[in-house]
């Protein structure tokens, strides 16, 4: 069993940026891909970024360029800085885990409760 609790949301004007961070704990954090994906109202949940045990990188085309993900394998976390944001971006955001985590939420074996990330034009 692995816990998430992500944390970083807010409100910021189109432009800004946030960092969201997303803790993990119950079990070996390093032998999980963690990734970030998000579900604005009335739309399903859409993935936005992955990092795999490696270290490889993977992002959604509309967040290339703007959003980093990264993880502290010591600190069993994982982060999503997101720069330029849009309003488009705005989302509730929910970080997950998974031992064959790809682009498709039906991979993820946990998630987090999510963070409301919402972007003022």
């Known amino acids: 069993q692995v816990q998430l609790v992500e944390s970083g949301g807010g409100l910021v004007q189109a432009g800004g940026s946030l960092r969201l961070s997303c803790a993990a704990s119950?079990?070996?954090?390093?032998?999980?891909?963690m990734g970030w994906f998000r579900q604005a109202p009335g739309k399903g949940r859409e993935f936005v970024a992955t990092i795999n045990w490696s270290g490889a990188l993977y992002y959604a085309d509309s967040v290339k360029g703007r959003f980093t993900i990264s993880r502290d394998n010591a600190k069993n976390s994982v982060y999503l800085q997101m720069n330029s944001l849009k309003p488009e971006d705005t989302a509730v955001y929910y970080c997950?885990?998974?031992?064959?985590?790809?682009?498709?939420?039906?991979?993820?074996?946990?998630w987090g409760q999510g963070t409301q990330v919402t972007v003022s034009s």
């Open positions: 997950a885990a998974g031992l064959k985590l790809t682009t498709a939420p039906s991979t993820a074996n946990y």
């Open positions: 119950g079990r070996t954090f390093s032998n999980y891909a």
